[in-house]
Structure formats: C-alpha cells, structure tokens
C-alpha cells in the first residue's frame, strides 16, 4: 500500500496527515503523520512534553488540532464530537466513579446508551472475566488495589467494543512490580480482542516490552516509527539511539572506506565501522568525509590493555559498578565523555585507574548520517 494514499487503506485505522497543533503562540506538534494499522500496539513514546497525549487528545477529540487531517477507518473527524468517534480513552488517574460499584462503572456506557439490563448484565459478566475481576462486581472504587481500579477502567472503556482504545500512561500510577505484570495481561487483552491499541508512555522499556511499533517523538516531531527491534539496532537519529535503552556515541567524519569497512575519524582517534548490512546504512557510513555519529550500545562495547588493530581510542576505568543483573565499568575519554560497559561477569583484570583501549566489533556499531 502507498504511504500517500491513506484514505484507501483498508488496513489502516487511525491515520494523521499534516497534523500541527498550536497552543497559543506555542508550537507543539509539527506536521505530524502517522498511520496505525488495524489491531496493532502502537506507541507514542518520548520524552515529558513532547507532545505524546496532545496526540492523543486530538485524535480523541479532546483537543481540536490547528490544521492537518484526523482519520479513524478512513473518514475524517476534525468536526466529530469526541463521543461520535469509535474510540474509547483510558487514562493514568482511572477516572471512575468513585461512588458507583465496580459494576456500574463497567455498565455505565451501555445504560447511557439504554441497552436492555439483561444484556448489561451478560456483557459486564464478561468484561470482568476478560479483566479477571469476577466477584468484585459489588466494591467500590476506593475499596481496590491500583491495579484492579485500571482493570475497571480498562474494562469500562472495552465494553463500548471501541475500533480503537487510547491509552494515557495506563499503567503511571502503579509500582513496579504491578505495572509489569499489567504490561503482560494488556498486551494478552489487545491480542485477544485485536483491538488497535494507541499507548502513550515515556518508559522506554515498557514501550519496547508491549508495541509491534514505536513511535518515538522529540519536541512534537516524530523522529522514527518502526518496530521495538529495529528502533534499537537501527536508530535512524542521535535523539533516538540515545533515548531508547543505552548508548555511547561518537561524532566523527569518515575517513576512508576499504570494501564494506570504514575508518572513522574522531576527535579523540580513529576507529572502525563496517557498513553494508541491513542495519547500516551504506550511505551513511561509507562516503569519505561525510559527517556520521557513531553508535555503540553497553553491552558490546569492549576495552583492552593493548592497542587493537584500527583503533587509537583510550580512556581510563574510573567504576566498575554492580547493579544487581550486570557489572557497569565507566570508562572516561580524554575529552571527558564517559563510555558505558555492561557485563555479566566482573573483569578481575581491570581496576579503577588502568588505561584501556577502547574498540568494538567493526559490525556492532551503528552508523548515523548526520545529513552533511
Ligand atoms: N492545554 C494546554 N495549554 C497550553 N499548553 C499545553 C496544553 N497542554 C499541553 N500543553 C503544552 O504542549 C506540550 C506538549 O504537552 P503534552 O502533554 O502533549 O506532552 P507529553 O509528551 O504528553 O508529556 P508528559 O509525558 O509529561 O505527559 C507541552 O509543552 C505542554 O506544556
């Protein structure tokens, strides 16, 4: 399917087009475009502020967007109140009511829209077993867990049989533990009913645990859409590859090309880069001269005593940190910039003040074109 022709796409459920909002004087999001697939786990995911429940909101219809085109199953809803949309909203603070049962709120969209109580009663019976919370039925709100209270809302919002649930930092509210567990059961939920899901998040792990894609947006831009995998080995700008799990780069220009292997040239040395696969991008890694960003993640980030062949990179160990699953050696650039090593065993041969050479695997590194 053509990526300009959105209205004809039967696939695809949720689409923006040139989406801009203003509020005020104060530009948030910019020509924004984004298609969301039918029965899809999308997430907007970036940092405070960035625009991620503005989105939201407008495609809700919470918030009008100051120009660009809004599109649920192919029909634009600019001028739709938010109730003649087919989406449903949940959001962090649950918003039930606090002095209705679990079961009224559950029921409340049905009885608004005067469905027979019989069929309430049968229908609510089955949301509460999809959210496992058969027998609660006659509590309160504020007699529940976290955790149950947004199972109730979840299951409020799914009994309208929405095309589309939004979901607002769902999960904000709760600690760790819970908030983890609820990750898998709305991941099992979404796939069980194949109901598109749009999640807002800032938490990058819980954004790459549940998505078939990510979004990730910066200042109201949308930097990359791709999937959880891809986001992390190939992050297409600095922004991303520093804002999805760990990462240390390096700005440098290319200095010459030998078959698939770049030599890089850094401030701070030279280093290798080898291009050509999937997850690097020829063009940026292997024009002589050209500006690139080299990135490369913790955990294949290596050091050694001795120079290694191709690269003139060093730095001196100032901690080597445990942190429960892995060992963290920071490793200090002469420039001041602090390199990352993950490991899963302590290196007893290094301590707090050796000099290393800093290297990595030519193919584990990822090359980001700057655009010069
Ligand atoms: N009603 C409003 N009036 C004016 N400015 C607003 C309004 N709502 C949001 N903004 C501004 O728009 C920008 C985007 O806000 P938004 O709430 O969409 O970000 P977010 O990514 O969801 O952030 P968070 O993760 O903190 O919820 C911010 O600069 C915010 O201050």
């Known amino acids: 399917m053509k990526d300009t022709d959105p209205i004809q796409s039967a696939e695809r459920i949720v689409s923006l087009i040139d989406v801009d909002k203003y509020f005020g004087t104060n530009h948030v999001i910019k020509k924004f475009n984004l298609h969301v697939n039918q029965g899809e786990f999308l997430t907007l ?8 429940t503005t989105i939201l909101r407008m495609i809700a219809g919470f918030e009008d967007s100051s120009s ?17 949309r087919d989406v449903n909203t949940v959001f962090q603070s649950y918003a039930l009511f606090p002095h209705m049962t679990v079961f009224d709120n559950i029921a409340y969209g049905l009885s608004v829209k005067k469905v027979p ?12 077993e ?23 809302a979840i299951a409020r919002a799914l009994i309208n049989n ?23 059961e709305l991941k099992r939920l979404q796939k069980k009913l194949n109901i598109t899901f749009i999640y807002v998040t800032h938490d990058q792990e819980e954004a790459m645990a549940m998505s078939d894609r990510i979004a990730v947006i910066n200042n109201g831009v949308l930097e990359q859409l791709d999937t959880p995998g891809r986001i992390y080995k190939h992050p297409k700008t600095k922004f991303v590859a520093d804002f999805i799990g760990e990462s240390n780069l390096f700005d ?21 880069l080898q291009a050509g696969s999937e997850e690097i991008p020829k ?14 993640r913790p955990e294949v980030m290596k050091y050694s005593k001795t120079p290694v062949e191709g690269f003139t990179i060093t730095g001196v160990v100032k901690d080597v940190i445990f942190v429960g699953s ?15 090593v993950n490991r899963v065993k302590v290196d007893k041969e290094i301590t707090e003040g050796d000099r290393v050479y800093l290297y990595w695997d030519p193919e584990d590194a990822i090359g980001i074109g700057t655009g010069n």
């Open 162 to 184: 929405p095309k589309v649930l939004l979901l607002d930092e769902p999960l904000g509210a709760l600690d760790l533990k819970l908030r983890k567990q609820m990750q898998i």
């Open 117 to 128: 109580k019989e069929e309430i009663k049968v229908r609510v019976k089955e949301m509460l």
């Open 283 to 296: 063009e940026a890694a292997l024009i002589p001269d050209r500006d690139i960003t080299i990135c490369v």
């Open 326 to 340: 892995q060992y963290r050696t920071l490793i200090v650039m002469d420039d001041g910039y602090e390199v990352k």
């Open 68 to 84: 660009g085109m809004i599109l649920v199953q192919g029909e634009r809803v600019e001028d739709k109140e938010a109730y003649e």
């Open 45 to 52: 995911l970036g940092p405070s502020g960035c625009g991620k």
């Open 252 to 272: 440098g220009a290319v200095k010459e090309s030998k078959g698939a292997c770049s030599s890089v040239v850094l401030e701070t040395g030279t280093v290798r």
């Open 130 to 152: 999809l959210v496992q919370l058969l027998g609660f039925e006659g509590r309160k709100p504020d007699m529940m867990s976290g955790g149950q209270k947004q199972r109730v």
